[in-house]
Every structure is written in structure tokens, then in C-alpha cells.
């Protein structure tokens, strides 16, 4: 049984840290500018479109595997069209590295605040401290990214917000309804495909026809089946198997891993505070994992 749980942790680290990766890709790409020419609607159809399609089949042959109605609707909207929507349009009105702050970044407050509220998870004194460290750093990158705004960012750094709270939901559902990764995927991708992509082609306003078609395809693999479909299988097996606080801890790793990417890729600099807030959020999700570690040693003893 310990050899089985620590197998369970590892595989948990891996997918959090494959994650990690994923969406520092996508804050890297989005910096780049590669979703210019398209609107944030249209970056939502692709990323369900092509998401929705690959997983169709799945869901045709697994069916929903017990999920009720109101269960179906509610991952699929908050890990669907309400993140994806209130990112791209964030995108959209503020700079990425504010939305590689305010996505990831504030992930772990609200799902901990959740989880301790409607679920009664407990906090030991390392999630505690991993935490206020990993709040601690992302406060300093804030502290920087923010402090250039714009007038009119501030509604792009809402919705950041917002999407980070509908993200939120959506993790400590899936560990409360224990919803295996294939099934949260194939729910998510096909339904948000079945409700947004007709309101996306008769409604919102698209550049999708005279966009780039490199730029489409890039869009398109990247957002349709890497952050979606890749990711999102990888998120909820770290969910299932460390629980969504400490997943969360370990994603918050995607900001400074973006800002770092941004060095070399970007020549985009890094100030002293983002440079520590780097280190305090590394130090913070390094504590997390080997709290889990040391929660194991414990169990064994016991």
C-alpha cells in the first residue's frame, strides 16, 4: 500500500509539472502575439472546435458514466466557455504577463479558499506556509506586471480574476465528484462545443476567415488539443491523486516558468522582483511536493 501511494504522488508531480509546462507555453505563445489577428471569440472556437471533435467519439462510446445534468453543465461551463472566454477577452484588453499573474497565479487562494469552506479540507502547517510563500511571490510579480497598466487594463485583469475563480470551481469539483480525467476531458471538450461553437458562428464577431492560416493552425493544434485535451487529462489525474490544493500549488509555477521562457525567447527582462518572486513561488511549490513526501512517511509509521 505505500509502494501504491507513492506511485500515486509521483504520477500526480508529473502531471502537475506537464501542466506547468503547457501553460507556460500558452502565456509564452500568447506574449508572442500570435492571437492578434483573431478575436477572442474566435480563439474560443478553435479551442473548442478542435478539442470537441477529437473527443466526440469518447463521449459517444462512454457516454456521461453517471454524471448528473446540473454535474454535466457545471464542469463544462467553468472549465469551459467562462475560463476560456474571460482569458482570451482578458487577453484581449490586458498584457499576457498580467494574465500569466492573475490565471495561474491566484489559482491556489481561491481553490484552497474553496476547498476549506464547502469541502472542510484541512490545511497542515507546510500547506500553510508553501502557500503564503507561493501568494508571497506571486504578490511581487503582481506588484510588478500591474504596476504598468493602462487605463482600461483593469477590466482585463477582472477577468483574469474571474477566470481564475471559474477554474477554481471547477478543480474542486472534480475531486469532490471524483471525475476520472478521460470523462472530465470528453464532458468538457464536447459540451462546450455543443453550446458555444452555434452561438460563436450566428452571433460573435469573428476575423476567423481572414486571419493567417498558420497563425489558425498554430491556434488551433496548441489551444484544441494541447491546452485542452492534454492538459486538462494531466490536471485532473494530479487532481485525483494529490488533491486540489496541492495541484494547484505546483501550477502556480507557470508565471515565473513563462517569465523565465521569456528571457531568451522574448528578450523580455526580468526585474529584481519578479526574480524573487520566482524564487519564493519555486521555494513554495518545492515545500508542497515534499510535504507530500513527508505526509507519506507519516502514514507509513502510523
Avoid at 109 to 124: C, D, I, K, N, Q
Avoid at 173 to 193: E, G, H, Y
Avoid at 241 to 258: D, F, H, N, Q, R
Wanted: proline share 5%.
Amino acid at each position: 500500500m505505500p509502494k501504491k501511494a507513492q506511485r500515486e504522488k509521483f504520477i500526480g508531480v508529473a502531471c502537475a509539472l506537464s501542466v506547468v509546462v503547457l501553460w507556460s507555453g500558452f502565456l509564452i505563445l500568447s506574449r508572442y502575439g500570435a492571437a492578434r489577428t483573431l478575436t477572442a471569440y474566435d480563439l474560443a472556437g478553435l479551442r473548442f472546435g478542435v478539442s470537441g471533435i477529437i473527443m466526440l467519439p469518447f463521449l459517444i462510446r462512454n457516454g456521461f458514466g453517471g454524471l448528473k445534468p446540473a454535474q454535466i453543465a457545471t464542469i463544462s461551463l467553468t472549465a469551459g466557455p467562462c475560463f476560456a472566454l474571460c482569458a482570451y477577452a482578458g487577453l484581449s484588453l490586458a498584457p499576457a504577463a498580467h494574465g500569466a499573474v492573475l490565471l495561474p497565479g491566484t489559482l491556489p487562494l481561491f481553490t484552497t479558499l474553496l476547498a476549506v469552506l464547502f469541502f472542510r479540507e484541512t490545511l497542515g502547517a507546510n500547506r500553510i506556509f508553501s502557500l503564503v510563500m507561493i501568494l508571497g511571490g506571486i504578490g511581487l510579480m503582481a506588484k510588478d506586471s500591474l504596476a504598468f497598466s493602462a487605463p482600461g487594463q483593469g477590466w482585463g485583469d477582472l477577468l483574469f480574476i474571474c477566470g481564475s475563480i471559474s477554474w477554481a470551481i471547477f478543480t474542486v469539483l472534480a475531486r469532490a465528484w471524483q471525475i476520472t480525467p478521460l470523462k472530465a476531458t470528453a464532458v468538457i471538450a464536447v459540451m462546450s462545443m455543443v453550446v458555444y461553437i452555434p452561438i460563436y458562428i450566428l452571433f460573435l464577431p469573428s476575423t476567423l476567415l481572414t486571419a493567417p492560416l498558420n497563425e489558425v493552425l498554430l491556434q488551433g493544434i496548441y489551444q484544441g488539443f494541447f491546452v485542452v485535451i492534454v492538459a486538462l487529462l494531466a490536471y485532473t489525474r494530479a487532481i485525483s491523486a494529490l488533491g486540489p490544493i496541492v495541484t494547484t500549488m505546483i501550477t502556480a509555477a507557470a508565471p515565473g516558468i513563462a517569465a523565465s521562457a521569456a528571457v531568451p525567447l522574448l528578450g523580455e527582462p526580468i526585474s529584481s522582483a519578479v526574480g524573487i518572486g520566482i524564487i519564493l513561488v519555486t521555494a513554495g511549490m518545492v515545500g508542497a511536493v515534499i510535504g507530500l513526501h513527508r505526509s507519506d512517511d507519516k502514514k507509513s509509521r502510523g
